[in-house]
C-alpha cells in the first residue's frame, strides 16, 4: 500500500528524515513532491524505529521541511528492461541520455537481485577475449563478471573501456550475443 506523508523532520546533505513512519521496507523508493516542481526520487538507506533516512537521488535542494510530500512505493528500485537498451546511454536513474528518445520497457526487475551461493553455481566457462593481453592472460573476464577499470587523473581509462568494448567476444564463437555495461 503505499503512502504518503506531509512535511520533513531533517534535511542534511542528500539525506531526509522522516519520524513516525510506519510499513516501510529497507531501500524502499521514495517518491518526493514539493508544489511547482518535478518530482525526485530516493530510498531509504536506514531504519531506526519509525524514523527513516531518505536518500535523495537528485538533491534536496528547494525542499522544504513543511510542504514537501513523501510518497512511500512499497517496492524497491527497479530497473526497465528490454532490447531496446542495448547500445544506449542513461543517466543514474534508468533515463536516457543520449537524445534518442524514450525506451519502450519489456519487463521491469529489481537491481539489488538474488545473492548468488558460489558453491551452487555453474562453473564459468564463457571466457570474453577482450583485445587486451593483459587482461586476457592476467585477469581473465568471464561473462557476467565485474571488471574494474582504474586508473590516475589523466590516463587513457576512456580509450581502455572504448578499446574492450570493440574487441570483446567470447572465445568459443558459440554465435551468443552478449552486452557490455558500464556504470
Not at 168 to 176: D, M, P, Q
Amino acid at each position: 500500500m503505499i503512502k504518503q506523508y506531509v512535511g520533513l523532520d531533517e534535511i542534511h546533505g542528500p539525506l531526509v528524515f522522516l519520524d513516525h513512519v510506519e510499513d516501510v521496507g529497507f531501500e524502499e523508493m521514495v517518491e518526493i513532491q514539493v508544489e511547482g516542481k518535478p518530482s525526485r526520487y530516493g530510498r531509504v538507506v536506514h531504519i531506526d524505529g519509525d524514523r527513516i533516512a531518505i536518500q535523495v537521488f537528485e538533491g534536496t535542494n528547494d525542499l522544504s521541511l513543511h510542504n514537501t510530500r513523501t510518497k512511500l512505493l512499497g517496492k524497491a528500485v527497479e530497473i526497465g528492461l528490454s532490447k531496446e537498451i542495448l547500445g544506449r546511454v542513461f543517466n543514474g536513474s534508468g533515463k536516457p541520455i543520449d537524445g534518442l528518445g524514450d525506451v519502450f520497457i519489456d519487463e521491469h526487475k529489481n537491481i539489488n537481485g538474488m545473492p548468488l551461493n558460489p558453491v551452487s553455481r555453474m562453473y564459468p566457462r564463457n571466457f570474453i577475449q577482450t583485445g587486451i593481453s593483459s587482461i586476457d592472460a592476467l585477469t581473465t573476464l568471464i561473462r557476467g563478471q565485474k571488471l574494474p577499470i582504474f586508473s590516475g587523473a589523466g590516463l587513457p581509462h576512456n580509450e581502455l573501456a572504448v578499446q574492450i568494448v570493440k574487441h570483446a567476444k567470447i572465445a568459443e564463437e558459440k554465435g551468443e550475443q552478449f552486452g557490455v555495461v558500464f556504470a
